[in-house]
């Protein structure tokens, strides 16, 4: 590791609470079997490790990288708190090299918190002007991580009122047989919905009776109670 680096693990060393890390190895799946397992934390909130980030100005993509190979779970987020600030402030040519370091050590954003705090700021925000069909091939793909990165990071394209990448994504993930998957695609499809429920309900429409249980609660969870139990019941 470099020497930045290894100040800043030193610094989340010194945060650590046993008490909390306890909970999080439970909260987040570590078990035998489960989908983090063999994941180690140290036990420290958010928001100190973004602020951590944040005070390393300094830190380049390579030390962020050496830090996203630790064992340390919150290593990894702040990691990654890193390269999202890297790629905040970077040239097209930079946020292309951060773009392709994230992508070629996915295996290391390994939990969904990991996911999801960096890969729409990264990957979407990236991908929004350029040929997006990269994430298709992530959505097909063995990695359940790989997947999730794809659907989330179609919620920078939500965010700018375009659709069909998540559309067409949850349709790929519609029969994938992981709960975080279901949980991500029925939340992307609801954002979808908070910005236009026409376009919610077309999708729904035609896919919601083979949609997992998980996948279509979370897509109809803003909806009105009466049409919410509707789709429940299968009475659409």
Known sequence: MSKLSDQILNELLELGDPERASHSQRFFKTGKGEYGEGDVF???????????????????????LDLLHSKYHEARLTALFLLVNLFNRADSVEKQQIYE??????????NWD?????????????????????LEA??????????RVAIIASYYFIRQFEFQDTLKLSEILLHDHEDLIHKAVGWMLREVGNRSRPTEETFLKEHYQAMP???LRYAIEKFPEVKRQAYLKGDI
């Open 138 to 147: 992530l959505a097909r793909s063995g990695d359940l991580w790989e997947r």
């Open 213 to 215: 249980r998980t996948m």
């Open 101 to 110: 370091t994230y992508l070629s050590n996915v295996a290391y954003v390994n």
């Open 114 to 134: 990991l996911v999801d705090s960096s890969a729409l700021q990264i990957v979407g925000h990236f991908l929004f002007d350029k040929d997006r069909s990269h």
């Open 42 to 64: 140290l036990g420290i909130k958010v928001p100190p490790q973004r602020a951590l980030a944040k005070r390393y100005k300094q830190a380049t993509r390579h030390d962020a």
